[in-house]
């Protein structure tokens, strides 16, 4: 089982990122994904999450209007959009994967995003 998160990077207030996550060793179609982060000396937070035939969105307050969560069953990959990006959304993001049945969850390894001017 993998979940390998790309696009993060450096971008300065009012950019844009797109991130990318591509699952690979479990029916992606039987998962819902979901995006959280983590900020330096905070707990981690849930930022987006999408059901598996994109029918439900949910996106934590801070990110709503600004970051729209997608996927792609055919590429096996979920993505987040980050647009007017704040300096408080510096964190690394982790993509996460949660069965609809059972309960199992993947985790990628995490993306840095860092926002600064």
């Known amino acids: 089982v993998q979940l390998v998160e790309s696009g993060g990077g450096l971008a300065q207030p009012g950019e844009s990122l797109k991130l990318s996550c591509t699952a690979s060793g479990f029916p992606f179609t039987g998962y819902v994904m979901k995006w959280h982060r983590q900020s330096p000396g905070k707990e981690r937070e849930h930022v987006a999450t999408i059901g598996i035939y994109s029918q439900t969105t949910i996106y934590a307050g801070s990110v709503q209007g600004r970051f729209t969560i997608s996927r792609d069953n055919a590429k096996n990959t979920a993505y987040l959009q980050m647009d007017k990006l704040k300096p408080e959304d510096t964190a690394v993001y982790y993509c996460?994967?949660?069965?609809?049945?059972?309960?199992?969850?993947?985790w990628g390894q995490g993306i840095k995003v860092t926002v600064s001017s």
């Open positions: 996460n994967a949660m069965s609809r049945v059972g309960s199992y969850s993947y």
